[in-house]
């Protein structure tokens, strides 16, 4: 109750006073039904040590640093609310671990090939699991680096068959059957030597500038045949070792809205929800690195298709494009990943921030609000009363089907909604047609702002203390 009219007094009066403190909410922080058991993951890159480390290990001296920046990192991250971390431990074609089948990559030690004199991936390991968070060996699948390159090249020798030349880079020939025994190997020799708790498997994809000479389905049939090979190797050696991989944002093309040819079906020859589906992925995290109408309908493919929908468990934890908030990457608002990560919560999907430098740098104050996010958020479960208007039925979401039987239609201006006197409201939810609930909004004298939603119909709901909904009407934004 203390959290939830905290959260409610926040929300009435931030737009009219000034913050308080560093975290003082800028922006509404909306509630989920799963908070404490939702997937919030991040991807940690060691490429060129964008992410981890910064100081390579030359000396005891220099690991120490290394080691002290990493568990900082975990420190910080378990601030946000972060329980799963994905580490990139095949970089190209290269290691962050004394591997008997490829050398080590250079950005542990400054030089590749080179030990940085210790293992960076067990102490990682070690590390997240004191702080009971998760983590995911990062396998970076067909690309493998520039032609010349240490990983490359030692692989260019010994399966000379299965690498090809795109420009200045090598990748894996997924046509090849070598490739899959190359990437067997590997996560083998992972999940028998550590105590991992899954292997995430990136790019398992066909490149989008490979000359396609088979058609989609057997180019499909083929990437399926890496994915399955790689599922029965881990799962013979650790039946529990979570597989999980990381696809294009946009499955395929959706009755309204196009994804504008670039998805997992046509485009590289992903089937991921197929993958999910026959049991061969545990986990997908979608790089929903998009906006607007190429964000949000595909979000909802992803949640309305999963197997296990709307359970916020972490069968899909949608990918989010912090990094697009840099001024260089796409300078996007805060606002908007803040709607994103709303919406996400709402369907039920977890979460997956790309990546952590751009969480840490705080850019535009993303840090301080996801950790007032983890520590304001009340666990709040809907809890639905019968409404006359409305039968009781269920959509297979699990969420109340909307009645379209004599709506009762609320006046707006496009901007401003107006509700009726007897509505006692401090918030109300606002949901699309289908019952998916989008947004909350503060009331103040019967009114609420719906300026940011775009041109639509909406059902609204009032929602009070105790987590009770009642239906009070429908809605329409016309503003042509």
């Not at 039904?33 to 890159?45: G, P, S």
């Not at 962050?96 to 050398?103: G, H, V």
């Not at 260019?156 to 490739?179: C, D, H, M």
Request: aromatic fraction near 8%; charged fraction near 20%; hydrophobic fraction near 35%.
């Amino acid at each position: 109750m203390k959290k939830f009219l905290t959260l409610l007094i926040t929300s009435l009066f931030s737009s009219i006073l000034p913050a308080i403190t560093p975290l003082a909410p800028a922006h509404p922080i909306e509630a989920s039904a799963f908070e404490d058991k939702e997937l919030r993951a991040v991807w940690v890159a060691t490429i060129g040590g964008i992410d981890w480390p910064r100081t390579y290990a030359t000396s005891p001296q220099t690991i120490e640093m290394q080691k002290r920046e990493f568990t900082d990192m975990l420190n910080r991250l378990q601030l946000i609310g972060i329980n799963t971390i994905l580490l990139q431990t095949r970089v190209r074609a290269t290691t962050i671990y004394p591997s008997a089948i490829e050398p080590w990559d250079g950005c542990m030690s400054g030089k590749p090939g080179i030990s940085p004199g210790y293992d960076p991936l067990a102490f990682a390991i070690e590390e997240c699991h004191k702080r009971k968070m998760e983590i995911q060996a990062w396998v970076v699948t067909i690309p493998i680096g520039k032609w010349n390159a240490v990983g490359c090249t030692q692989l260019r020798k010994k399966y000379p068959n299965a690498v090809v030349k795109i420009g200045a880079e090598g990748y894996l020939n997924p046509e090849k059957s070598q490739t899959a025994d190359i990437l067997c190997s590997i996560c083998a020799e992972l999940t028998r030597n550590y105590n991992l708790d899954g292997i995430h498997l990136d790019y398992i994809r066909y490149p989008e500038n490979w000359k396609q000479k088979v058609n989609k389905v057997q180019g499909r049939h083929n990437i399926t045949n890496l994915v399955r090979r790689i599922h029965d190797t881990v799962k013979a050696i650790k039946p529990q070792m979570k597989l999980s991989c990381s696809p294009l944002g946009k499955y395929g093309d959706l009755t309204r809205y196009s994804s504008r040819g670039w998805n997992c079906l046509n485009t590289v020859m992903q089937d991921p929800q197929a993958w999910l589906h026959e049991g061969l992925m545990d986990q997908l995290y979608p790089m929903l690195y998009f906006k607007d109408n190429n964000f949000y309908p595909f979000a909802i493919d992803w949640a309305e298709t999963s197997p296990h929908q709307g359970d916020g468990m972490g069968a899909i934890g949608a990918g989010l494009a912090v990094y697009c908030l840099d001024r260089k990457e796409g300078n996007w608002p805060l606002t908007e990943i803040v709607r994103q990560l709303n919406v996400c919560r709402k369907l039920g999907l977890g979460q997956c921030f790309f990546r952590a430098k751009f969480l840490l740098d705080n850019v535009k104050g993303i840090y301080d609000f996801l950790r007032l996010f983890n520590h304001a958020a009340p666990v709040l479960c809907l809890k639905y009363e019968n409404d006359p208007h409305e039968d009781n039925d269920k959509l297979s979401t699990g969420r109340p089907k909307a009645s379209m039987s004599s709506p009762s239609f609320l006046p707006n201006d496009g901007k401003t909604l107006t509700l009726p006197t007897q509505a006692d409201a401090d918030l109300i939810v606002v949901e699309s047609i289908a019952g998916n609930a989008l947004t909350t909004r503060s009331v103040r004298a019967h009114k609420a702002d719906i300026s940011t939603l775009p041109e639509g119909v909406y059902i609204v709901r009032s929602l009070h203390r105790k987590g009770i909904t009642h239906r009070i009407g429908m809605f329409q934004i016309k503003r042509r």
